[in-house]
């Protein structure tokens, strides 16, 4: 067919070769894409997808994603030639170009910033990236041919650790060195990296194996025996070996080996005969790279049994699936959610689609990822913010390649190159959590998720204890599916729930310290029965302030509207919004006198309180300065699951997700700050939370107890928590958001105008919410008001809400008038380097 056509063409056509432009997307806030022209000689190797490098203004030099091509010169000015190609295969899928279209439209930002959010560092090159030898790469020994300019390089990274591409660039006094760079990749002989901390360092097990003439011949074997049965300690080493890879059933096996370790790790065996062994040639010593997410295959579960409920609820789940795209699993706290969840992904996969489980932050513990391992083992891929850059980037060429199929990750994980999705799963979807506060996209990965799974046709499942109302309303106006577990897994019952009035406690003097009388007596209790607790305050450090006694002085962020918090274990004063630290003052600055008190408490005094109230208890603390290193959380959950720790003392942190056998008793020492905070969904939030930090008792078994001490006991709250009453809830709350039209009724976008100037700030609020009236309606445009911290990090604050009805607004049009209206706000000369960040959504 093909060659009857060129028949008809002219020769002349065949070869002359088009112009082609390709549209890139920088890393960077760009207003709009940028054109370069493709070489011709790159015409077939230039991709939709993949990395191009380019010059972008005089000196950087970038990577960049190549999102058109086509062959339209750029009107308005000379398109640069394209540099280098990187890829071979695109790194970001059509799919995922569109999702990140989508995200810059609806949450206003560039598509520049969703790229630079969205791939890991290791997939981002620059002029500043650098590059170091290969770790395994010798150069002496490896048998490579090398171009006169790779030797360069590779003779140059061999007297530093590391180069930046600007200084190849120089090395070898030529543009096209990316070229070099890249078949030295491709080579095995270095690797790119993007910080020296950073330096990729793979995971390298010493492994054996049986030399392989004698798994060929079962002669050589046999002869082997007979060699060796005077030496009754290298016999038994071989037959250890056999036995844990019995070559004789599937030669194969040999070829992985079996690390040295595990040979040596039986009582009599010495490594000494594993060694005589090696010399002698009868067992082979080889390295491997091995993966950076271990996974401990080799205890596989059992396949766990679905429950009744469970069975029903799956069922429904999948009936629902076949009119509905969209469901909710409403599940109380233990009600085995996530064993739904694993049966419904592999359910999934038996189709040959790809799974994404998106979990929120906190709650991506070991408990859960251990529990996918098991299941999944080598198809499962973890994505999390606490990883290197490099281990990102693993996962992400992982998904491309097809090794994971199911990823199990937190918020960016929307960001993964999945192109046959057939399942996505929020859990807990309620959390606040999902939604990115800065820097853009402020995207929510719940919303992102959902639009992911229909441009890809897949199916979403929401899960939680306790949905969100707009989620919820989703459910009950038939948009959505909505199945409910409403017992919980076993003989599990739902926890009893007791309100202490702290106020009364205080006037009958039964508080020690922040502890009533009744809490403390009921913890006693539970550690006298080897049980464990909980405790839950949502602030962490030691108090949120310090005050003198004398003339009341209170020290205050130098850059933030917020007063300093105490950290007692580094003696600190810290602000929790930009991070300024000052050690504590001695007496205070004012007034002079050595009177400063702490004010409030947090976690820490909690713990160092409890500490003294029972010293012969174990007790830990988990909230964000007890887990900052990327281990930290993981090691405070396995010390409580093993029983080392009896009580945990945590944040918002402990509330999430954990399941613990052993927990019988659960503690919220102030239930107040929480209930009275000042938001519309300030309700709403303090049931979810008081519901799920109580759920962390008495899942199996034994009915667990939880103490809620409050000024207020008779909050109507404290009722519907206790008698885990969501419906109620939800009525309530749906009719104040139809009331005062808040979502879900509404879209909500804030805008935040900042300066470093007070007065800029305001008037520059005025103006923008003046032009935002007359744009959308003096009705849509509230504000604008000063936040109840306003100003951070030296800029001052002003926020104007603008409120679109949800059915009424043409969403595009509506963004585009508020777009220009700051477009236009930053050209006035009175507001000079104002900034403002529109978040749409906000939580
Ligand atoms: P949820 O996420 O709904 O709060 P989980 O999925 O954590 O609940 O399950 C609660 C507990 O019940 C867990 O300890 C889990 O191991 C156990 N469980 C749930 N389903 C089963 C099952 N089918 N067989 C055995 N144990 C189960
Ligand atoms: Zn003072
Ligand atoms: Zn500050």
Redesign the pocket.
Known sequence: MSELLNFNYPPEQVVERVTLFADVILPLPLPKLYTYRIPFEMNDDVLVGARVIVQFGSKKVLSCIVAEIHENAPADYQAKYILDYLDDKPIVTTPQLKLFKWIADYYMCTLGEVINAALPSALKLSSESRIQLHPHFNPEEDEIDLALQEEKIIFALQNNQALTFTEVGNLLQGKSYHKFIKSLIQKEAIIIFEQVSDKFAPKVVKKVRLSEHFVQDEGMLEELFNQLTPQPKQLDVLLNYLQKVPVHQDVHLNYKGIEKSELTNVPHLSASSINTLIKKGVLEQFDQIVSRFPADYSQKLLP????EH?EQAKDEILGLFKEKDTVLLH?V???????VYIDLIKHALEGGGQVLYLLPEIALTAQIVTRLMKVFGEKLGVYHSKFSDNERAEVWQGILSGRFQVVVGVRSSIFLPFHDLSLVIIDEEHEASYKQYDPAPRYNARETALMMAHLQGAKTLLGS?TPSIETYYNCKTGRWGLVTMSKR??EAQLPEIELVNTREEQHRKNMHSHFSGKLLTAIEARLQRHEQVILFQNRRGYAPFISCDECSWIPKCNFCAVSLSYHKYNNELRCHYCGYHERMPHDCPACGATTLKSMGFGTEKVEDELKLLLPNADIQRMDLDTTKKKNSYQQIISEFESGKTNVLVGTQMVTK?L?FENVSLVGILNADTIINFPDFRAHERAYQLFVQVS?RAG??GKTGSVIIQTRDPLQPIFSKVSSNDYQSLYEHEIEERMRFNYPPFVRMIRATVKHADEKVSENAAIVLAKDLADRLGKQQVLGPEVPYIFKIRNLFLNEVHIKLPRESTNLRAAKAQIAQAIFNLKLLPDFKGIRVVADVDPV
């Open positions: 766990v049994a679905l429950s469970q599940g706290t233990g009600s085995g959610k996530t064993e204890a897994f076993g997700g399941d759920g899942r199996r």
